[in-house]
T-cell receptor
Framework: AQSVTQLGSHVSVSEGALVLLRCNYSSSVPPYLFWYVQYPNQGLQLLLKYTSAATLVKGINGFEAEFKKSETSFHLTKPSAHMSDAAEYFCAVRTGNNRKLIWGLGTSLAVNP | DGGITQSPKYLFRKEGQNVTLSCEQNLNHDAMYWYRQDPGQGLRLIYYSQIVNDFQKGDIAEGYSVSREKKESFPLTVTSAQKNPTAFYLC???????????????FGPGTRLLVL
């Protein structure tokens, strides 16, 4: 069965520091992976997605993620955190021709001045 | 501007009352979805619809009902059978051309449902 694990429900970084949010998936077939961001009391916005074209995916707001099949991971990174990056981040996976997404539980990112 | 609108932003339900959450999209998307979000539990799929007049149960459909009479609209009714309805409800839509694996779901701003 497919699953997504986001390690760390809360991550805190200093402004200007590296952001690393972890996502591991379980799938027996090639996965399609997504990162979304949610600001307080708002809907989700797509940050980036992996659809097998390239293992390093660049997204909006300076974020990027690298698909590592050997590690079954799709970690989200940003070289320098900004105060406006404080939000909830969700990783999701889809396998096969199935419309349903499997969601991680989310990681809340806090950015300290 | 194209997008997804949800109304109301906040909704209050009394005991034994059915309430309906609105979701409208002008993106010309075929598929629409309803999710429930509770703190620390991520997103859970309630119902989804791939075409007009057709919909499927998600993982937590009990106590909810939907209709899809128009492509643009996918209202969700929270019935009195849903004993714990307090949550943030998110509507999403996606275009179905090109195969499901390439679809991106786009989300509305959400409706927060509270029980009086």
């Amino acid at each position: 069965a497919q699953s997504v694990t986001q390690l760390g429900s809360h991550v805190s970084v200093s402004e200007g520091a590296l952001v690393l949010l972890r996502c591991n998936y379980s799938s027996s077939v090639p996965p399609y992976l997504f990162w979304y961001v949610q600001y307080p009391n708002q809907g989700l916005q797509l940050l980036l997605k992996y659809t097998s074209a390239a293992t390093l995916v660049k997204g909006i707001n300076g974020f990027e993620a690298e698909f590592k099949k050997s590690e079954t991971s799709f970690h989200l990174t940003k070289p320098s955190a900004h105060m406006s990056d404080a939000a909830e981040y969700f990783c999701a996976v889809r396998t096969g021709n199935n419309r349903k997404l499997i969601w991680g539980l989310g990681t809340s990112l806090a950015v300290n001045p | 501007d194209g997008g997804i609108t949800q109304s109301p932003k906040y909704l209050f339900r009394k005991e034994g009352q059915n309430v309906t959450l609105s979701c409208e999209q002008n993106l010309n998307h075929d598929a629409m979805y309803w999710y429930r979000q509770d703190p620390g539990q991520g997103l859970r799929l309630i119902y989804y619809s791939q075409i007009v007049n057709d919909f499927q149960k998600g993982d937590i459909a009990e106590g909810y009902s939907v209709s899809r009479e128009k492509k643009e609209s996918f209202p969700l009714t929270v019935t009195s059978a849903q004993k714990n309805p307090t949550a943030f409800y998110l509507c999403a839509s996606s275009m179905t051309s090109g195969g499901a694996v390439f679809e991106t779901q786009y989300f509305g701003p959400g409706t927060r449902l509270l029980v009086l």
